[in-house]
């Protein structure tokens, strides 16, 4: 198999990449190599080409993509964002790249798509009431964050709501700028399917950790800020009460998922898009991440400040039943032995 790995220079991407290789894809990477995101080295497997470009250039794509079978989407601008002002950068990297692609796809005639989209496409996700029904909350209002009422609200009775997991046919409902245009790309892809008669799977992914994760960056993942704070000799700062519940999926099976969707996509109907949720099935909250990095590192304690972020959801926890089902995929690195190697790396450096 020929495939385009968008990204494939980066964090996900290059994990990709190095899998694909291993099981013998014949692989073009295509990657901006953005000075915001990548060091003036970048290592790829020998055979693989790097066509280097952007993914918004329509006569970059229609080159990278001749002979592919299968894109995998991992080239992004990701994370929170600092704030309003990053809003065109994501419109334009997210929404206007992924539009050039499906265009060029259709062009090419390219049957086969993996995007790398995001739970944060569920907002606040999947949440039940005292009487075990289901209720979705409203966004906290900033007077209950200061107040520190961090749990979202019953919008009818007020009280606290309990976390449930949300799956593939839950409600969307982005909730920051970075999500919706995670959604929108999901969309487009979906109109290209349509339109083409093509195939795709939208993963959805979880928190994404590992090794080579991007740190030092106002994009970066909270392990990967708490392993810089604690390689400094630094205490993790946990933000909100640290009971916010998130799910780390290691690197390697966020990208065996990819190349197991790709070859289930070989059974699905002409001009259809399936999602998929991506996480290990073990939910960790934010405090126990630090409590767990600070004793591999031998690092001071985490502390817990109290300080939130505007836009942040609560609890991000999905069942990845689906993908286990339908794409014969399981994950294997269990997170304590993830968050060793993602330990030792990070002191290594
Ligand atoms: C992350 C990804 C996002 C992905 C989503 C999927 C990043 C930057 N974001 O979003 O791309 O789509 O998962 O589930 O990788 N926190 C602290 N201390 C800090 C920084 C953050 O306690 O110094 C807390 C935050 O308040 C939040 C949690 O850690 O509650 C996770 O934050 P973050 O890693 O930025 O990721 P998500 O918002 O979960």
């Known amino acids: 198999m020929t495939i385009l790995v ?47 470009g952007d993914v918004r250039d329509a006569a970059v794509l229609d080159g990278a993509l001749a002979g592919v079978d299968v894109v995998f989407h991992e080239a992004a601008k990701v994370g929170l964002g600092v704030d309003l002002q990053d809003a065109p950068d994501y419109a334009v990297s997210n929404v206007h790249g992924t539009a050039e692609l499906v265009a060029a796809m259709a062009r090419a005639g390219t049957g086969r798509f993996v995007l790398a989209s995001s739970m944060v496409v569920y907002g606040e996700g999947a949440y039940l009431d005292g009487e075990g029904r289901r209720r979705r909350p409203a966004a906290r209002t900033v007077a209950d964050l200061e107040d520190g009422r961090f749990e ?74 708490f392993r810089s704070a604690l390689a400094r000799g630094e205490a993790p700062r946990v933000f909100e009460d640290g009971a916010q519940r998130r799910d780390f999926v290691h690197v390697t099976d966020v990208a065996s998922a990819n190349l197991a969707a790709a070859d289930a ?85």
């Not at 894809?25 to 990657?31: E, F, G, P, S, W």
């Not at 799956?167 to 929108?184: G, H, I, M, Q």
Request: proline content about 6%; glycine content about 12%; aromatic content about 4%.
């Open 265 to 349: 996509l070989g059974d699905h109907p002409d001009g259809t898009a399936r999602a998929y949720n991506v996480g290990s099935g073990v939910i960790t909250t934010v405090g126990e991440l630090a409590a767990g990095l600070a004793r591999a590192m031998g690092g001071p304690e985490p502390v817990v400040t109290g300080e939130y972020r505007l836009g942040d959801v609560r609890h991000i926890t999905a069942s990845s039943a689906r993908a286990r089902s339908e794409l014969d995929w399981a994950p294997r690195v269990a997170l304590a032995d993830g968050l060793a190697e993602f330990a030792a790396a990070g002191a290594a450096r």
């Open 6 to 52: 968008t990204g494939g220079a980066g964090f996900i991407g290059g994990e990709v990449v190095r899998l694909a290789v291993e099981r013998g894809d014949v692989v073009r990477v295509l990657d901006s190599l953005r000075s915001d995101v990548h060091s003036a080295s970048v290592a790829l497997p020998d055979g693989v080409e790097l066509v280097r």
């Open 152 to 225: 979202p609200r019953d919008p009818e009775t007020g009280h606290p709501l309990a976390p449930g997991l949300v799956d593939e046919d839950d409600v969307l409902d982005p909730r920051n700028v970075y999500a919706l245009t995670k959604l929108a790309q999901e969309h487009l892809v979906a109109a290209w399917a349509r339109a083409t008669g093509g195939r795709a799977a939208l993963l959805r992914y979880h928190n994404v950790y590992g090794p080579r994760m991007p740190r030092d960056t106002p994009y970066a993942g909270v392990a990967a800020i």
